[in-house]
Each structure stands twice: as C-alpha cells, then as structure tokens.
C-alpha cells in the first residue's frame, strides 16, 4: 500500500511558523519530485511549493515566496515544508503530492491525505 502521510499541521497565530512533514511508506520515490498543494475552505487546490528528486531545483507560489521553504530527506523518504511568517490566508488543507516532474506536480501520481493549518489574526 503506498501512501504519503502528512504531519504537522495546527492552529497557529498569525506571524507564527509551523513546519510539515510527508513521509513515504510503502515504496520509495526514487527519482521523484515532490511537493505541496493547499485547498483552502470552498477554493480550489493551488500550487505551493516543489521539490527535484536531488533538491536541485525548487519553485514557489508567489504567496508564499520569502516565508516557505522546502526541502526533502531522500534517505528518509520525507519531504518538508517550512512555512514562516504565517498569514490567515495560509489556512487550507496541505496536502502533499509526489511525480516526475515539478512541473506536472498538479497531476501527481500519488496524494495524502491533508493536514489543516489553521492562521489565526
């Protein structure tokens, strides 16, 4: 079975940090972009952040630009997502996908579950 589960997540007020986690199990991803998706209360899923298999490359929503970072432990099948300097308007699920390319991420082949981050004013 293979799946991609996040942690961290929580209720934080704003300018506050919270730091999440996708772990792996069931297979490695090898070779594999990952990255984050959020999907906030009654909107669609956007674009946060990306990930190269090597940690080479790695792209940004604008919104978040300067207050996230990604970053990835291949040895231990994770990736993360450091996020800073939160807004309110960071609150959404975050989900974390995995897929050949940053570019395609949207289309990952593989999803977790979510974790809520709540920002609050």
């Known amino acids: 079975q293979v799946q991609l589960v996040e942690s961290g997540g929580g209720l934080v007020q704003a300018g506050g940090s919270l730091r999440l986690a996708c772990a792996a199990s069931?297979?490695?991803?090898?070779?594999?972009?990952m990255g984050w998706f959020r999907q906030a209360t009654k909107k669609e899923r956007e674009f946060v952040a990306g990930?190269?298999?090597?940690?080479?490359?790695?792209a940004y929503a604008d919104s978040v630009k300067g207050r996230f970072t990604i970053s990835k432990d291949n040895a231990q099948n994770t990736v993360y997502l450091q996020m800073n300097s939160l807004k309110p308007e960071d609150t959404a699920v975050y989900y974390c996908?995995?897929?050949?390319?940053?570019?395609?991420?949207?289309?990952?082949?593989?999803w977790g579950q979510g974790t809520q981050v709540t920002v609050s004013s």
């Open positions: 990930i190269s298999w090597s940690g080479g490359s790695t």
């Open positions: 996908t995995a897929g050949r390319f940053i570019g395609t991420l949207r289309n990952g082949e593989y």
């Open positions: 069931g297979r490695t991803f090898s070779g594999y972009a």
